[in-house]
């Protein structure tokens, strides 16, 4: 790619980062077909954080007419029922969240709440914003698991894998302990980084895990499944976008294969947008 780029002029819209940190943002678009556009600036800055960078990626990923139905794939991009991985240390397995379960999708919306959610000095302000937010986080989830097809969108939870690892540090967490999306995209300005022509690529975002298994493996074991989706789909890329001043997650996407083709300018961090990676990795 001859070296990493920079861009010069910030884009305030969307934070694509795994471990997005932001408070309260978008409220529900009306407009469900809404084109995606990351370089679309927002004056108020709680504008753009989860909810916002989840709206646009729905936005994004939603199939044109598609008329309160989950619509079929086209690409013949399908993965299995029972999909599912072991995690290279055998301690992790991540499957395909069941989408029937209210139970295991209020679970990993609570996650995304937690993970996502910028807390506020008084606690009953706090209280009533991380209620919102993961009003919002659900409805969210729930439209793009009703509407877009597998071949576009992905949602992935990882749990212990006790039945191999009996005597693990794992043992006891049990149940859903994280979560991170995969979704197919065909968004400008994530492919004019790759190679001319590119028609799309694998997305990874909004990855989360619970705070009693961080540093454990379970964010790694939750790469490894998007990346086997990514390989399940028949593409050979996948990216993510990452902070510049989150060196644990930068450490882990290097650790895992991922190289750095984009940067933010850095001084954008001077007008409170913090600069991001935007990382590949060729599987």
């Known amino acids: ?41 927002v004056v108020d800055k709680q504008r753009q954080g989860f909810i916002g960078s989840q709206q646009q990626q729905h936005q994004q990923l939603l199939v044109k007419g598609a008329n309160n139905e989950q619509q079929p794939s086209t690409t013949g991009r399908q993965l299995d029922d029972d999909f599912s991985i072991i995690s290279s240390d055998g301690k992790w397995r991540v499957r395909k969240i069941q989408k029937n379960d209210p139970k295991e999708i209020q679970r990993v919306v609570s996650l995304q709440a937690d993970g996502f959610h910028t807390g506020h000095p008084v606690p009953l302000i706090d209280g009533f914003l991380k209620t919102s937010f993961k009003a919002e986080v ?25 039945d191999s690892m009996p005597d693990s540090s794992n043992k006891g967490s049990t149940g859903v302990l994280g979560v991170v999306e995969v979704s197919y995209i065909d968004e400008k300005e994530v492919l004019s980084s790759l190679d001319p022509g590119t028609p799309g690529v694998v997305y990874i975002a909004s990855m989360t895990v619970s705070e009693q298994v961080r540093r454990k493996g379970a964010a790694k074991a939750l790469l490894e499944g998007a990346i086997a989706v990514t390989k399940a789909w028949n593409e050979d890329i996948c990216v993510l976008h990452v902070y510049q001043d989150n060196a644990p997650a930068i450490h882990l996407y290097h650790a895992c294969g991922f190289e750095t083709i984009f940067a933010d300018a850095a001084w954008w961090a001077r007008v409170a947008v913090r600069p991001r990676f935007l990382m590949k990795k060729t599987v």
Request: hydrophobic fraction near 30%; glycine fraction near 4%; proline fraction near 8%.
């Open 1 to 41: 790619m001859g070296g990493v780029k920079t861009t010069p002029l910030p884009s305030q819209a969307v934070c694509y980062e795994t471990n997005i940190r932001q408070s309260l943002a978008h409220k529900i678009h009306k407009r469900p077909h809404v084109a995606y556009n990351p370089s679309r600036r």
């Open 138 to 162: 659900l409805s969210e989830m729930q439209k793009k698991l009703k509407y877009n097809p597998e071949d576009k969108f992905i949602s992935l939870i990882v749990e212990a894998n006790e």
